[in-house]
């Protein structure tokens, strides 16, 4: 086991609507600065919303943790989840986006209300979202891709 391998899990909401060249943008961005700093993940978007799972080295999480809730693309950052984890969901070096239509039909009333801001603090367990996240990854596998960006 890593001894510093975290994951952190939060939700925000963006101050815009973002297009689709905007959502391209921000995780071409995202790719790049997480993978100078071993960091991998997946981002979620739905009707203005993001949810976001980072796994890496702890201090380099709390460094992102602390650039995001100040980052002005978005607001009411709400951290879900923040733990130790043994190895990464998604180690393919790169950080994945899916869209909200593009999850299990199951998955979706679980990730809308985490992501929905009145329904943020009534989320599930850690572990319930920790499923979710091995969800999204056993999926991933079946399909073979590394990053997604659906409309």
């Known amino acids: ?59 380099e999480l709390d460094r992102l943790e602390r650039k995001i809730a100040i980052d002005p693309r978005h607001r009411d950052m709400t951290t879900l989840l923040r733990l130790r984890i043994a190895h990464r969901l998604f180690a393919t070096g790169s950080t994945e986006l899916r869209h909200l239509v593009e999850l299990p039909e199951s998955a979706q009333p679980v990730v809308r209300a985490l992501i929905d801001p009145k329904h943020r603090q009534d989320g599930p367990t850690p572990a319930a979202i920790m499923d979710l996240l091995k969800s999204f990854k056993r999926r991933n596998d079946l399909r073979g891709s590394q990053v997604g960006l659906l409309s």
Do not use: H, W
């Open 1 to 59: 086991m890593s001894s510093n391998l975290d994951v952190l899990v939060f939700v925000s909401t963006a101050v815009r609507k973002m297009s689709d060249a905007d959502i391209a943008e921000l995780l071409e961005k995202c790719c790049r600065n997480n993978k100078a700093c071993d960091v991998t993940g997946i981002m979620l978007y739905a009707d203005g919303n993001f949810m976001q799972a980072l796994e890496g080295p702890r201090a």
